[in-house]
């Protein structure tokens, strides 16, 4: 497959993770894994709510209160509510974002504007129970509730982390073919993505599949946001170590004239290590990349499932 990393991948980003002193004490939260790392790859959008909408540094603290499902956003010592000041701006930056072409975007976990999940709201009587959504983040999921999103605590997690990136360089591939939004642009996407559909969810590639049988006969317009709609919920499903064996089972098949008696032998042997957890995803799919330039295996050779994304990221490394 071609080489991305020329290309311009642009993510959002809460401003202090990477190093922007705009947090209420005046410091920030830097990163280094987003900026050392995933900058190498990435263009960041950095997005302060409480700065963009008017506020000082440093300022006093904010707290969620009330109703977890629409809490009021205040100041911890003084009360006073920032909640109509924080969404008015957060409605209309949104919009602005939308401008920015963005392929994802990274919040600040635990923030009363820009967690994404489990934040702290509290109740009349001063207790806290971790079930609110920062006011920024939650517009920002509304709109645009088909990018990828995530919050760099849960990027430590290996299998989010490698979800997460994963499905930013999709959707980076998915907007370029919808540049030309043709059916011809709408099979070739598919057919180059199917394995690594497969190893989300296989239920969505086939429904997926059934879309694109249709792409000679139905308006591009609403065939292509439909076909956005099932492949951005396909990548929110995680791979496992089951549905990463099924599709390298699947690929064996297109070797079965091809390898020798020992060279299968020795494939399935990693393959059930790989599922034993003795291994990492990286040794089979080394394997696979051997044969499919020996034997030169044109179908594969197209499957971004083999590369995904830099191996740089050492995504794939992890057992």
Known sequence: MESETDETIRIG????????EVRYDGGHKRDRYITDILGRFFTFVPVC????CGLPVPREAMRLVGDPTAPRLVTVRSGADMTDRMTRWAAE????LANEELCGFIFKSKSPSSGMERVKVYDANGVPRSAGVGLFARAFIDHFNWLPVEEEGRLHD???????????FVYR?????????????????HTSHKLLLRSHSEQHYRELGRLVA???SSEPRSLFAAYQELLMAAMKLKPTVKKHCNVMMHMM??????????????LLEIIDQFRANHVPLIVPLTLFNHYIRKYDEPYLQ?????NPHPIELKLRNHA
């Open 173 to 189: 591939r998915w907007r370029t073919a919808c540049e030309q939004a043709t059916a011809a642009v709408l099979v070739a996407f």
């Open 253 to 266: 098949g297109y070797f079965k004239k091809l390898l020798s008696g020992d060279e299968k032998q020795e």
């Open 214 to 216: 249709r792409a000679g």
């Open 302 to 306: 197209n499957q971004w499932y083999l």
């Open 93 to 96: 930056r949104v919009r602005e």
């Open 158 to 168: 290996l299998v989010l982390r490698e979800n997460f990136i994963e499905s930013v």
């Open 13 to 20: 980003v809460s401003s202090c993770l990477v190093g922007n």
């Open 49 to 52: 709510p409480e700065v963009e």
